[in-house]
């Protein structure tokens, strides 16, 4: 099986409740950019895939960052004069703002008060906060209970610990037939949150599962790393490899029940145009975002020093569905049928990726006889041609060995799967040579007369 | 006579009805891709216009197609029990699929049945069909007359010939006083159909005509050949002299009454401009399309092989109105004055193209003083400036050797003929010299700002 | 201070005011291309700014043209039979066409007509005429005016000389501290017109003085030229130096309170950029135009020869609001508000141009990290950025050494002011530098992906 043929083989129903079964599996653990809860993530999904797990430890400079000390938490709670816990880390990881420093003390409310975040306009809902770099303390909880808490003393505890340790993170690499990588990249560093974060592990894990019962025209590169300091310690570590990544994707929220986004990498790439041809012909709605240097670890990526071809498929962007970062961010708002959906596009996208060719007709002068080949209608004077044939009428226009198999489509307007197909009737009839691809050559993409 | 002047002194009705006359006298002959119908049609075109006839021997190699054998057919009928012609080729040759194969013998219905080509939404029209390259035989009819053959014997005569003969493609060429070739072409091997072929058979000669008795910057090559197969065998026949073309419209349905349509080159071309600028300054409705691999002949010129800057100005394009390849596509479908509006265009066109020069200023610094040389208005301070004068402007503005009038048309909005108007006028009071063209120079033309 | 603080540091109702009193100290001197109205003008301008006066002999060739003799005027009157002045240069100096030559003598009105403008539309305005370069005369006058004239004879009296003399222009030449010139240029030959002429001619005054208490960037050079010839002779004269020009605008028709209008450089330009990001980013309406060859001296700067980086940016461009050539353009056209605001503008684009720069990230690979250094929120988890906190990381991601922050500012859809504060505390804290700019570097201006 080709990395082609997964798109139509693959039962997407059946994925997406295999996806959901491991959000779920995986949807208490504590993680965080450091840690025991991180670890056991991926301890898990080594499971699932070959997985190159590797540990960076603290103080290791990468770039501009340090990595910080392991963050580890046994316990968290606060408890009032009775001894109730009014706020429980066993209840909800999301209670306590991360890297939250030790502490162990009583204190008035009033003292309390600046360490406890809200949001009052989701009064039921926990926030996700963190402190990575700077050493404080807070716990996160609903703003309704916030205001049921009386005045008086309390307890405050957080049972963790910050110490020199190291940050994990894990890689999959299926090597490839041909020179070329394909970067897929998702972040393992957010705690009890689905569509931010398991939605996209998930359809890493899946996607990496499928890759490696194929053969494959790309090396994949499938990454599990803490965002940004996660990113920025892979990259460290693959400097030299780097000029060979011809495609990436930033995978995450993409288990929500919204239409798919797309954000274009920082310099415009083959992999935005695969993206946008495939959303093109889902017939669904879809949105087309340019790139901004906001976002997840296409940050990273596509900075100046990198700037590789990375861009980002999700259904609703971060932050742009109310339940982001927030205990709202739960089971229920990921469905299997969303991540079936999402694992669907990424399988069409990586077709056009593996499938994209450059030829040359081997009869480029006047247009070869397609009907004494059987390639054609034989009965002549019909008004239309349907698609399969338009798309041959294409592929063999524009067998220039200048235009690929993705420019045919954009210019002609058809799905890349036609197009892919009339290409491989065509050459089968030694009708067209694949054009020799002696390093990149730039796609003449905007030339749709 | 310059070619530019022939849209001004000709009369559009009176050629409008000349065309037509000329379809009328065309229209009962039974075109094919070879056969005396098409050698008669060539004759009568001799008649009008100096034409070399070439004939290509049944069996030549055209690339990748072989010259067929010649079809001539001298009668075809399906005769029922009773003796009587209930299909009968002497009616209309469109009764017959083209290149039907001899035939005499019995058969009932339900033998002759899978032969039997109608149009069931039209039930009164007569469809068009051809198997040029395929052993086969049939006959096109009404669906209503169809639908009234009762079951029981009938005899089946097609009296037609395949042999070894040829194919007839005719040329008109007129030289031109300077390098550089327009291609102007369109196809004769239809029968009975008028806009769709005999309406560009009949500009065609019209074009030739009217060219024949101008001074000609370009020479003009008009070609009457059988659709694909002709087109090669040309562009087989005339490969060294290709890279002359500097522009080149295949002509093809222009006597409907539909607005234009105007289908660009594969490459994109100064053609493609000039009839943009041409539709835009008519003020009636048009319609620009991109390039397609699929159509007439503009396929095989446009092939990657040849790449020729070839568009195609049309009325309704083929396949969009509902007579296309029937017996309705007939001579109430062409009209006197769409065939005139249609020359009308085309003589826009060619003055364009013939016209179309790079200037470089002699007074490149600053404006020079119009007002002295008379070519002013005299009197200052008045707020607008007459399209005229704006076109003097626009010319000096762009005299800088790299801007074509046509740029200069397009990117100050006005007529060509305005804008070329003016530059004559700056040329004879010595404000402007031609730019040397050494080779053919990349026109900015995007650089509206 | 910096020119980029003028736009925060200016009280531009003050200005505004300002700038309407001087309009109203010039606006009864008739000036003309030449002449002692003109003389005067430049002197009262010296007053304000340090001027170089310039006198260009009559006779003098600049380039196709000449410098036509000096004129002035004394008095010029039409009386009646009973002796009273009917039309009279000492009411309006609109009255008299500008360069009539001198006369003596007594006509009837039929002999006289042919030399009256008015404007039949507007019956109590004066229309504004010239014949700067043909021999005439002529008086302008209300329409009403001109349907009370009897039958019956007049004296006609235009007491003007042409003579020998002299075009006078001036240039305030303020240096900057490196290599580049910015060219700001308005038309100083109308008689009393207020929007069409004074509001430029005060605008430029404005800014020669508010930049000539600035640190400057760019060397800048404010002309007050005779329309065309003046600019012309500026031009002549300033040859060797034109290269040097970066950005350049035309100053005109400042005044009045239609909404802001820019016409675009013939061949594009930052200044259109830096125009456009502007006035996108006031939330007030604008419009932008294409470059045309009609208009004020754009035309002489961006004529083939020399096709400056010259825009004009005006409030209602010349001849589209009803008032231009007529006395109607009068003092109550133009009021300090509207002349404030497009002094704030013009103040805004002169920043942009002054304050941009291509810089060099130091930590090219990745982000640096911002919370470190205390440039970002501490408490991560928040869906948004602030703009200030975008601008930082747009800044880092395009600091390439090929973006200019015009690029970052148009790619990012942020204000200028906001990438500049941007880079400005980046720089300060040793994550920027600024990259050598070895001549002008092509701005890559749409590589919006």
Avoid at 57 to 81: I, S
Avoid at 104 to 109: A, D, E, K, Q, T
Avoid at 124 to 131: G, N, Q, Y
Avoid at 142 to 167: F, W
Wanted: charged letters at 25%; proline letters at 6%; one cysteine or more.
């Amino acid at each position: 099986m080709r990395v082609a043929d997964l798109g139509r083989s693959v039962d997407l129903a059946e994925a997406g409740r295999e996806m959901h079964a491991l959000i779920e599996e995986l949807y208490p653990l504590c993680r965080s950019i450091t840690g025991a809860g991180l670890r056991t993530t991926l301890a898990r999904l080594a499971e699932e895939v070959p997985l190159a797990r590797h540990e960076v430890p603290t103080g290791t400079r990468v770039y501009d960052w340090t990595v910080p000390r392991e963050w580890n938490v046994r316990d968290a709670w606060v408890k009032n004069a009775r001894g109730e816990r009014v706020i429980d880390f066993q209840r909800s990881n999301l209670h306590l703002v991360q890297y939250s420093v030790p502490l162990h003390r009583r204190m008035s409310l009033a003292e309390l008060r600046p360490h406890l975040y809200t949001l009052p306009d989701r009064p039921a809902w926990i926030p996700h906060r963190t402190s990575y770099y700077e050493e404080s303390w807070g716990f996160c909880l609903e703003h309704a209970r916030l205001a049921e808490l009386s005045e008086g003393e309390y307890e405050v505890c957080i049972d963790s610990t910050l110490t020199q340790g190291s940050l994990s993170y894990a890689e999959c690499v299926l090597p490839g037939d041909t020179p070329g990588d394909v970067l897929l990249s998702c972040h393992v560093c957010h705690p009890s949150l689905c569509n931010d974060n398991l939605s996209g592990i998930a359809l890493c894990a899946q996607l990496a599962k499928l890759l490696g019962g194929c053969a494959r025209r790309f090396t994949y590169r499938v990454l599990f790393v803490p965002g940004t300091i996660g990113a920025l310690a892979w990259l460290s570590r693959n400097e030299p490899d780097l000029a060979a990544i011809r495609h990436g994707l930033v995978v995450a929220c993409v288990g929500d029940p919204g239409k798919p986004h797309y954000k274009r990498s920082r310099r415009g790439a083959d992999v935005d145009r695969a993206v946008e041809l495939v959303l093109r012909h889902t017939g669904e709605p879809y949105e087309i975002r340019p790139f901004s240097p906001y976002g997840y670890d296409e940050r990273q990526y596509c900075s100046p020093g990198f700037d590789l071809p990375v861009g980002s498929l999700t259904r609703t962007p971060h932050g742009e569905f109310p339940e982001y970062h927030t205990s709202a961010d739960d089971l229920s708002l990921v469905t299997p049928e969303a991540l079936g959906a999402s694992l669907g596009l990424y399988l069409e996208v990586l077709a056009v990726l593996e499938e994209d060719r450059r030829y040359r007709g081997t009869n480029p002068k006047g247009e070869p006889q397609l009907g004494r080949r059987g390639l054609y209608g034989a009965l002549g004077g019909l008004p239309r041609r349907a698609d399969a044939e338009m798309a041959m009428l294409w592929v063999l226009n524009l067998a220039d060995g200048r235009h690929s198999l993705l420019d045919v489509a954009e210019r002609a307007g058809l799905d890349f799967r036609i197009v892919r197909e009339a290409a491989t009737l065509l050459s089968d009839h030694g009708l067209l040579e694949e054009a020799a691809v002696d390093g990149p050559v730039d796609s003449p993409s905007r030339d749709r007369s």
